[in-house]
Structures are given as C-alpha cells and as structure tokens.
C-alpha cells in the first residue's frame, strides 16, 4: 500500500486523511515561521487564536450552523457532555426523554438520573439493538426539560435517517459518531454534542454546537468549568485548550472543504459504505450483518460471519492482511468496519475484495 498506511476501520480515534498527518507533519517543528510548534505556544497569542477562531467559522459555514447557535470547543469527551447536559438542564425532579437506542444512550440516561428524572422512551433493547425506533414510537411530555438522542449507533451499526420533530421540547443529539458525514438541518437541535475522534481529528476535543436561547436556560448553581455559559463568554477558551487538537481539527476541516463540502463527503460514505454492505447482501448468508436494513449505518457496518470458527479466522487473516479495527466492539462481539469520512475509498475497496476472496476460499 501507498505511504505504507493500514487499512484502518478502527471505530475511534480512526483514520485522518493522509493529506492532513502530512501537512501537520511539515509544520510541526515550525509553524508558519513562528520557530515554534503549534504546540509550544500561548493560547492566548494571535498566531493560536487564528487558528481557533478559523477552525470555528469553517465549522460554522461547512455544517450551515445558523447565526443564533454558539459553537464551542471542550474537554472530556462525549462522555462529559453525558454529565454536563443534565447538570445544566435538568432540574430536580423535571423529567427528560432519553431515547434508547444502544450503550451511549445507557450511558447518557445513567448520568442523568443523577440530576433528575430522566425516562427512557422507544428502546430497541429488546431487540439486541438491531434497529431505530420509529418516530412514532417516541414518547416525551411537553413539559420535558428535552429530548436525548444518539444519531449514531457505534457499537450495533444503527443510524437515525430523519428525525423527531419534538415541536418545543429541545432535542439533543449526540453525534459523535456521524456529525458532519452528511449535511442536517441543524435548526432540527438545540444541542449537538460530539467526540471529535471519529470524523473530526484527534481525542481531546468535544465540538459542541447549542441554540444561544437554550443555554440561557441553563442552571446557574454549578461549578465554573461544567457551565456552558462559561465556555461561550470566553470563545471557549476559559483555560488551556486542547490547541494541538483544535489546530488540527481546523486541517480536518479544510480537507472536508477540498472534498466538495458535506454533500460530497456524504456521497462518498454513501458509496463506501455500499461496498461492504454490498458483499454482505449478496453472501448468501456466510456474512450476515447485525443491523437491520432500514437502521443501517454509513459509518459503523457491523457484521458477523455465519460460523464462529470462520469468524475466528476472518479476524486473523483480515489482521494478517493488513487490516486494522475489524473486531466488533468487546460487548457484542463480531466484526465491524467503520468507515468514518476519513477513510478512502480504496481502503474499502480492498476489504470488499478481501471479503469476498475470504468467502470463495471457505464456503
Ligand atoms: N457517544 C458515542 C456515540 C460514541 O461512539 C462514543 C465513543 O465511542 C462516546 C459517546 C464516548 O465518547 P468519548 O470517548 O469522547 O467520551
């Protein structure tokens, strides 16, 4: 393979364009003449602010953030945001929805029965997770604090294709796993939160996009760091950032601008995705995907092959072929691909000929 990279289907952090490691690569001793790395300098000073403050406009423009939302860059992960939602909109003894559809959603349900009295709405538990419910099925009361929602399934392969319309209730979505694969309309949301690990650049930073009006909701009666006001009057940059992160998020943005934008990274997730789901479909039953079909996702394909022993072998040959990340997630097991907007084409090109080879030599 070109450059010597791997075929990398990790579920997160995964692949980053090749283009943008080398670009970080070139500037990384000496940024822009600076004599210093990105790293080594203040987040305070004007060279690191550019950056920042460009990374937030491209944000802005490429997903068509309307005027009246904050964008903002912080620390903790998705997980943190688990945390910081209820802690900031979930009164005592108010209710949210949380609609269930796999391991995160647990997460961020358990984290707010701390605050309040969440209730978990249109659950696929049942169904080993396999699908998303339909929009009838969710239940909320008019007077929730707001609606919780995963957009996308990492661990069992699912993906919201429309979403609920919860008229004045606030939706939240967490969208770590598919936030910019495609164009949304975000108007839909009051708070989009997600890990920028998987289609943004590196750990450690947490874009989290929210209707100015909602925030103004927010309780003020919590420590400094975990208000989101905090983090909105100071351009998020209330402490020391994550810069290294931020600076390369704004490099992953750049090249989803050279791609064409959101439309045309969609079209190529779309294509990618169907390589795989592809040979899945016409395996006969040797491979058999975990996902129902309308549920599918176009980031994480999760599949199993139709014997364990095989499975078994799948695993070690795809491993000894090059291929990174196919294991399925440790709680369900099985094999995953995920192939987030980073990864190419070809990348998914060779696990489809893989696949494929792999199924004439042992059916
Ligand atoms: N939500 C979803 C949908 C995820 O896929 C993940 C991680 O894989 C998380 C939340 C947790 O993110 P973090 O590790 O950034 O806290």
Redesign the pocket.
């Known amino acids: 393979q070109s450059n010597q990279r791997a075929y990398n289907f990790n579920?997160?952090p995964s692949a980053l364009p090749v283009e943008v490691l080398e670009k970080a690569q070139q500037e990384l001793v000496n940024f822009h003449g600076t004599g210093m790395s990105i790293m080594e300098m203040s987040h305070r000073s004007s060279t690191f602010e550019e950056v920042h403050n460009e990374a937030i406009s491209r944000l802005r423009k490429l997903f068509a953030i309307p005027d009246d939302y904050e964008v903002l860059f912080l620390q903790?992960?998705?997980?943190?945001?688990?945390t910081m939602i209820p802690m900031n909109f979930l009164q005592l003894e108010k209710k949210a929805s949380y609609v269930m559809t796999?391991v995160?959603s647990e997460?961020?349900y358990k984290e707010a029965t701390l605050f309040g009295e969440p209730v978990q709405t249109a659950s696929t538990k049942e169904d080993k997770y396999r699908n998303i419910p339909s929009l009838e099925e969710i239940d909320f009361g008019s007077d929730d604090a707001y609606v919780h929602l995963?957009?996308?399934?990492?661990?069992y392969g699912t993906q919201w294709s429309e979403f609920p319309d919860t008229g004045e209730v606030p939706l939240i979505a967490?969208?770590?796993?598919d936030i910019m694969s495609k164009p949304i309309d975000i108007s839909r949301f009051d708070l989009i939160y997600?890990?920028a690990?998987?289609n943004l650049g590196p750990?450690g930073v947490?874009v989290v996009i929210a209707r100015r009006d909602f925030l103004a909701k927010a309780n003020k009666e919590i420590p400094t760091i975990l208000k989101y006001s905090t983090h909105v009057e100071s351009n998020s940059l209330y402490n020391t950032p994550p810069t290294f992160g931020i600076y390369m998020l704004g490099e992953v943005l750049k090249w989803i601008e050279k791609q064409g934008g959101l439309a045309a990274i969609a079209k190529q997730n779309e294509e990618k995705a169907k390589l795989i789901y592809d040979v899945i479909d016409n395996s006969n039953g040797f491979y058999t995907g975990h996902a129902s079909k309308e549920s599918r996702s176009l980031m994480n394909i999760t599949f199993r092959v139709a014997d364990e022993e095989l499975e078994k072998q799948f695993l070690t040959e795809a491993k000894d072929a090059g291929f990174v990340g196919l294991n399925g997630h440790r709680s369900v097991g099985g094999c995953r691909a995920s192939t987030y907007n980073s990864v190419p084409l070809e990348t998914c090109k060779a696990l489809q000929d893989f696949m494929i080879a792999f199924q004439n030599k042992h059916k």
Not at 150 to 155: A, K
């Open positions: 579920a997160g903790g992960g998705a997980s943190l945001q688990f796999g995160w997460k961020a995963t957009s996308n399934n990492t661990i967490d969208m770590s796993s997600a890990g690990q998987k750990s947490t």
